[in-house]
C-alpha cells in the first residue's frame, strides 16, 4: 500500500500498540508466569513451550475479562484468579466447587 494512502499518525499509533503488547504481555509472561528459562533446547521444544505458554495465557485473559462477573473481578486481581486455579489444580479439584446437593 502505498504511503499516501496511509496517515502517518495511523503508522504511528500501529507502532505504539505493538509496543504495548510486546511489553505487556511478554513483561507478565516473563515475570509472572515464570517463563524466563527454557529447560530443553531443541528448537521444536522451545516453540511447543511457547506457543502452550502464549495459549495459557490467551485463555486465562479471556476468561479473566469475559466470564468473570465484573464485581468478582473488581474485587480480586487476575494474580488472585491465576494463584485459586494453581491451588485448585494442585489439590486436583475443580473451582468453582459444584453446588451442594
Known sequence: MPSSLVEARTIFDFGHQRWKIENEGFNEL?????????????PNSI????LVMFMAHAVFHCFHKRNLKPELRRAHTGIYFARLIAACMR???????????
Open 30 to 42: 516473563v515475570s509472572r508466569w515464570h517463563s524466563g528459562h527454557c529447560f530443553h533446547h531443541h
Open 47 to 50: 516453540l511447543v513451550l511457547w
Open 91 to 101: 489439590e486436583n479439584r475443580w473451582w468453582p466447587p459444584p453446588p451442594p446437593s
